[in-house]
């Protein structure tokens, strides 16, 4: 899959804990959560990036118990927690989290569901980064739909 360079997610080791503590509840299931946090445009030689950086990590209880899918369509409590989070720390939402039982690629569904987001004309979905979550390793990939086309982005754990 193609690297795109100009996008990169930094994840801390607080936020990385709490996305580890909800895959193992969910376990054997997938698990899934809403990262909140800022976008932050930087320039790096004359070259521009987007950083993303997780400042909160909601899991989410999966309103489907499956081993090759997850559901997030608790629309109250999704209402909810994008108020809080906007109203109260002035995040936005900034990516879209789950696990797999082995591996961290995109599913079919989950490039489906991705092009559905970021075509869907809510601007709250649109350039979403998808952090997909080993559960064998605890290991994390990240994945944008962007310009129309599916690419890997670069996933940085930081203290
Ligand atoms: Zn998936």
Known sequence: MKIQNDFKILIKTQI???????VNKASPNEACGLVFGE???????????YHYLPKK?????????????????NIEELNA?????????????????HSHPGGNYPS???VD??????NCGNKAFKNQIWTIMDATNNEINGFIYFNNELVQIDVRLEN
């Open 16 to 22: 990385y804990n709490k996305m580890v503590n909800c």
């Open 108 to 110: 079919g569904v989950d």
């Open 81 to 97: 927690l994008f108020y809080e989070a906007f109203s109260k720390y002035n995040l936005r939402l900034i990516s879209i989290f």
């Open 57 to 73: 990590f909601n899991c989410i209880e999966s309103s489907r118990k499956s081993t090759v899918a997850f559901l997030m369509n």
């Open 113 to 118: 569901n991705m092009k559905y987001l970021d």
């Open 39 to 49: 976008i932050k445009e930087v320039e790096e030689n004359g070259d521009f990036q």
